[in-house]
């Protein structure tokens, strides 16, 4: 179902015009209200006046994940902190996160566009969302709760986690939609085997999936476990949450990228030419509608390409094709972003372990697990293994409490992981997706 028909199938043409209104607006918003843009435009001798066309956002700077975290928490902001009305935040590089901020027109236009995404994926005001996206800083799930509310559908905020109890509920509950990771989804379809409930029984007809990597494999394999049509979702809590694209359930062939609020373009993460239709680059988004955290050309480090090519669902908004992967070296562990250097500043923070390690990240059944590998000083290694377990234990807790995963630790012997002359191999991704 195509929930803003006005919006979702205007002719290219009067898009264009909006687009290029928004976009005006929002170039004249920064500059008076975010010194960080001001500064970079009068750097480059830029004035909103400038902005004429499309064409002209090429001339503005990007933006980067690190400028970001040079303005944290609020420097970004382009409101007074009393209109803004929620907070969300995620993982950053060096474990400081990256904070957002919604004003109330902010928090109800997500919600808009999270409507919209349900119904893209599927849904309608008669079904009943089992919404199995954490609720929290990420932005995941109260992403679908408000869309889900907005649209009129019954949401079940049930949360990550208690993956029993999730079962008991599918099948009391009657849910007809799911929302979660792909991961997760899978690791449901095995808890509920081994509980004997089989999804042929239940009444789900739609997932909508999203928040981590997916391949098309791994989409037929949701739709025969879990017996459901599967799409994907995408998003990022710096450009708005989850509601930034959304697949048709009709075509499942690249995502609607809701051009009224965001501009994509693709561009060589190296040279940072913009790249045509077509060709695959890094992902860049320029917000265009948001009041208290807009971005203007943010680097989302996503690789992914761009299809103009009209869809059969009859949205005319430009569709993106599925993230293949990231230009830097950022994981996502169970829908949650981590980064080696964030594991490393855990690491350094505790006395007995040596600074050399490796990520190990795996899918086991269906979830990823991460095991971390540390190595110790010799005195360390000899001592007593009640002393080596306390200390694994000790490394895992911090890992949790700090970045929100869980990781195995194991303590490796002096010179047990492998020297490499240049850049250390820092992590081994056996997942196969
Ligand atoms: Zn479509």
Redo the contacts with the bound molecule.
């Keep these: 179902m195509i929930l803003d028909i006005g919006f979702e199938t205007m002719p290219r043409e009067d898009l264009e015009a909006i687009i290029l209104r928004r976009l005006k607006a929002t170039i004249e918003r920064v500059y008076a209200n975010v010194p960080f843009y001001r500064r970079k435009l009068e750097e480059n001798s830029i004035t909103p006046k400038d902005i004429q066309s499309l064409e002209d956002l090429k001339r503005i700077p990007f933006t980067t994940k690190e400028d970001l975290r040079d303005n944290y928490p609020y420097g970004m902001f382009a409101v007074p902190m009393d209109n803004v009305v929620r907070i969300h935040a995620s993982s950053g590089t060096t474990g400081q996160p990256t904070v957002v901020g919604y004003t109330a027109r902010d928090v109800n236009t997500w919600a808009e566009l999270m409507a919209r995404s349900l119904a893209?994926g599927g849904a309608t005001r008669e079904d009943i969302i089992h919404n199995a996206y954490g609720y929290g800083l990420f932005t995941g799930g109260l992403g679908v709760h408000y869309g889900a509310e907005k649209l009129g559908a019954s949401v079940i905020p049930v949360s990550g986690g208690n993956t029993k109890r999730q079962i008991v509920i599918m099948k009391d509950f009657g849910p007809t939609i799911l929302t979660a990771t792909p991961s997760y989804a899978l690791h449901l379809a095995e808890v509920a085997d081994e509980m004997g409930v089989s999804f042929k029984d239940l009444k789900f007809k739609f997932g909508i999936f999203g928040a981590e990597p997916w391949s098309e494999n791994m989409r037929e394999d949701i739709e025969k476990k879990l017996n459901l049509t599967a799409v994907d979702i995408y998003g990022l809590s710096e450009v708005i949450g989850p509601g930034v694209a959304i697949?048709?359930y009709?075509?499942k062939?690249?995502l609607?990228i809701f051009e009224d609020h965001f501009i994509p373009e693709i561009i060589d993460p190296d040279t940072e030419e913009v790249l045509d239709y077509g060709e695959t680059g890094e992902l860049v988004f320029t917000s265009i509608t948001k009041e208290a955290f807009p971005v203007i050309r943010y680097r989302t480090r996503d690789i992914t390409s761009l299809n103009p090519e009209p869809?059969?669902?009859?949205?005319t908004?430009i569709?993106m094709n599925r993230v293949s992967g990231r230009t830097d070296d950022m994981l996502i562990i169970r829908g949650v972003n981590v980064f080696p250097s964030q594991i490393e500043s855990v690491l350094m923070e505790m006395d007995d372990v040596e600074p050399h390690y490796q990520l190990l990240v795996e899918r086991e059944g269906k979830l990823d697990t991460l095991t971390v590998m540390v190595e110790v000083g010799e005195q360390t290694f000899s001592d007593e293994v009640k002393h080596l377990q306390d200390l694994e234990r000790k490394i895992s807790k911090n890992i949790k409490d700090y970045l929100g995963v869980s990781a195995k630790v194991k303590l490796v012997e002096p010179k047990g992981i492998a020297r490499r002359e240049g850049k250390a191999v820092r992590v081994i991704d056996n997942r196969e997706i």
Aim: glycine share 14%.
């Design positions: 893209a697949e048709c009709e075509a062939k690249g609607h869809c059969i669902c009859g949205r908004h569709r």
